[in-house]
């Protein structure tokens, strides 16, 4: 992924965090390979939030789907919680399989993805898909 469209999904992604007066957001997008091409957090957002947007982004393109999606094979129990453990043992960028990491594509080709914390879930998701829309990148 070019560093052009990371930080422009970036800026979209503070941009609608701001417009829905959200609490502070750090927001972290990798490439298709796992690398960081853009990571911004707010004044005032907790230490924790980036490791956290940092380990949604790495959950989503290392297992190819959206963490919603990765979140509801655990709560189904299709994915037993000590895969999450052995996974969060090997992946040195962490694994936060909660909604708000989201894989970036565009024309059926994985970019990379964005994770996003700071809200609630349900929020982060929220930006993260917007902005996805908004740029032509939906997931």
Not at 60 to 76: D, K, N
Not at 119 to 126: K, R
Request: glycine letters at 12%; charged letters at 15%; zero cysteines.
């Amino acid at each position: 992924m070019q560093f052009e469209i990371a930080k422009a999904l970036g800026e979209a992604a503070l941009s609608q965090a701001d417009q829905h007066q959200l609490p502070p957001l750090a927001i972290v997008i990798l490439d298709a390979g796992g690398l960081i091409k853009f990571a911004a957090t707010q004044d005032g957002a907790g230490s924790l939030r980036h490791p956290i947007a940092l380990a949604k982004a790495n959950a989503a393109i290392g297992m190819g789907m959206s963490t919603r999606q990765l979140y509801a094979l655990f709560e189904q129990g299709v994915l037993p919680d000590r895969f999450a453990t052995s996974i969060s043992t090997v992946s040195t960028q962490g694994f936060a399989p909660q909604p708000g990491g989201e894989l970036i594509r565009k024309a059926g080709v994985t970019l990379g993805s964005i994770g996003i914390s700071g809200a609630s879930s349900d929020q982060d998701e929220a930006v993260a898909i917007e902005s996805l829309r908004n740029l032509g990148l939906a997931s």
